[in-house]
């Protein structure tokens, strides 16, 4: 039982970081001057490509992208993306909003984050940076390992003290089985 709810924490508390690590990351580029400034002009790609790239990799996320009003990719981890409809649903961010949560989308399971790019009061477009349902698995699995050792230890611990009690306590329930 006790294993049970560590692993649950553990994946409550990964998901939870994750999350807010996503998010941060949204937010941050989505108020970047230089995003700001190249969302719905021509050739914003060129510009914002390398800064997509450069914050996923800095951050550690598995991917950005940032759109157009319309929902329309102009960066995207794999270049034959850009130029498409997201795949997923933008309308909250394109409304305003802020959407954390997990979607599946053509990286594959994510849980994301989406925000809205404003400039003048007025929504441009989005930031999204997602991070792989796989690598937060990968991240469980390993703070299972962690927790294993202590859970383990603690049980042989119980168990131990168990028999220590048990061993120093008189033989009393013997006395009943006296032979005549």
Request: net charge negative; aromatic share 4%; charged share 20%.
């Amino acid at each position: 039982t006790t294993l049970l709810v560590a692993l649950q924490v553990q994946h409550t508390s990964i998901r939870e970081e994750t999350g807010e690590r996503a998010l941060d990351v949204a937010v941050s580029l989505a108020e970047l001057p230089a995003v700001v400034d190249a969302v719905g002009t021509p050739g914003a790609g060129e510009t914002l490509q390398p800064i997509a790239d450069l914050v996923a990799k800095s951050a550690g996320v598995d991917y950005v992208v940032i759109t157009d009003d319309a929902g329309i990719r102009i960066t995207h981890p794999v270049p034959e993306r850009r130029g498409e409809v997201v795949s997923t649903d933008p309308s909250v961010a394109l409304g305003g909003g802020t959407f954390v949560g997990t979607e599946v989308g053509t990286v594959g399971a994510t849980l994301r984050a989406k925000v809205p790019v404003w400039r003048d009061g007025v929504v441009i477009g989005t930031a999204s940076v997602g991070i792989l349902e796989s690598n937060i698995s990968e991240q469980l699995e390993d703070r299972v390992w962690q927790v294993v050792p202590w859970v383990v230890g603690a049980g042989l611990f119980g168990l131990a003290a168990a028999a220590a009690l048990r061993a120093s306590a008189p033989l009393q329930h013997l006395a009943a089985f006296t032979v005549e």
